[in-house]
Nanobody
């Protein structure tokens, strides 16, 4: 089993920055891909960014150039640096991890609210 714990959400003004962190514990050797999804009220959960072992990152078009995902395999953590935040970035952000054979595993989510 894998446990994922997010931190770093909060309330910021548009144009500001936040950094989300996710710490993985348990059978972390099972994790090939780790990343972030988000879900706004009334919307479906959507991929924000993910990174594979070897640090191959993938970003949703709506965050390219604004968000940066980074993975520390030694510490079993993944971070999401979010810059130039917009009100439409408001959502609950979830850490997600797994592989083709295991998972997906989800964190409990952290609220990000961007005020206009």
């Amino acid at each position: 089993q894998v446990q994922l714990v997010e931190s770093g959400g909060g309330l910021v003004q548009a144009g500001g920055s936040l950094t989300l962190s996710c710490a993985a514990s348990g059978s972390t050797f099972l994790l090939n891909v780790i990343g972030w999804y988000r879900q706004a009220p009334g919307e479906q959960r959507e991929l924000v960014a993910s990174v594979r072992r070897g640090n191959l990152a993938n970003y949703a078009d709506f965050v390219k150039g604004r968000f940066t995902i980074s993975r520390d395999n030694a510490k079993n953590t993944v971070s999401l640096q979010m810059n130039s935040l917009k009100p439409e970035d408001t959502a609950v952000y979830y850490c997600n991890a797994g592989s083709s054979a295991y998972g997906p595993y989800w964190g409990q989510g952290t609220q990000v609210t961007i005020s206009a």
